[in-house]
């Protein structure tokens, strides 16, 4: 796996249940990132979700998908998220660390606009979620860097 990637977009949603959308910077905190519906102090305080990933699931709706779009707080490019594994680190830009805590999650089904349109969703398997462990701001173009777990203490 490759061990770099790179920030495609940030997005935030004030409110549950809609998409996210891109926004200039992410503010990231202790509880998540400031200013989007999902912060709080458990283990989903972010998602990511590859710009690849996306690109794929394009083909089989048949039209082009926005970043957020499948609620989504970064879109990422260069890496394989849904290879990674729970305790593996990611730092992005400066100063953001965190820590994979979940790999894919239960597709909300007919409450997706998504999955209501083509009948899957590719968030359930490929997409992935973190809490933060340093906090910082976050943009498009920030460089991300992978860490397995088993050599995350390295660094």
């Known amino acids: 796996m490759t061990d770099t990637g790179k920030v495609i977009s940030v997005n935030i949603s004030e409110e549950k249940g809609v998409i996210k959308l891109p926004t200039e910077k992410i503010t990231l905190c202790d509880t998540g990132i400031e200013k989007d519906a999902h912060a709080g102090n458990w283990h989903r305080q972010v998602s990511l979700l590859a710009a690849e990933s996306i690109t794929r699931f394009e083909k089989v709706l048949g039209r082009n998908l926005a970043y957020g779009e499948f609620?989504?707080?970064?879109?990422?490019?260069?890496?394989?998220?849904?290879?990674?594994?729970?305790?593996?680190?990611?730092?992005?830009?400066?100063?953001?660390?965190?820590?994979?805590?979940?790999?894919?999650?239960?597709?909300?089904?007919?409450?997706?606009?998504?999955?209501?349109?083509?009948?899957?969703?590719?968030?359930?398997?490929?997409?992935?979620?973190?809490?933060?462990?340093?906090?910082?701001?976050?943009?498009?173009?920030?460089?991300?860097?992978?860490?397995?777990?088993?050599?995350?203490?390295?660094q």
Do not use: W
């Not at 490019?77 to 730092?91: H, N």
């Not at 997706?112 to 809490?131: D, L, N």
């Open 71 to 154: 609620a989504e707080n970064i879109t990422t490019e260069g890496l394989v998220l849904y290879e990674m594994s729970p305790g593996d680190i990611i730092k992005i830009g400066k100063d953001v660390v965190m820590e994979v805590t979940q790999i894919g999650k239960k597709c909300h089904g007919d409450g997706c606009a998504i999955f209501t349109s083509a009948g899957r969703c590719v968030m359930p398997k490929e997409g992935i979620f973190c809490k933060v462990i340093r906090n910082g701001n976050i943009t498009a173009n920030d460089e991300i860097i992978y860490l397995p777990a088993n050599k995350a203490e390295l």
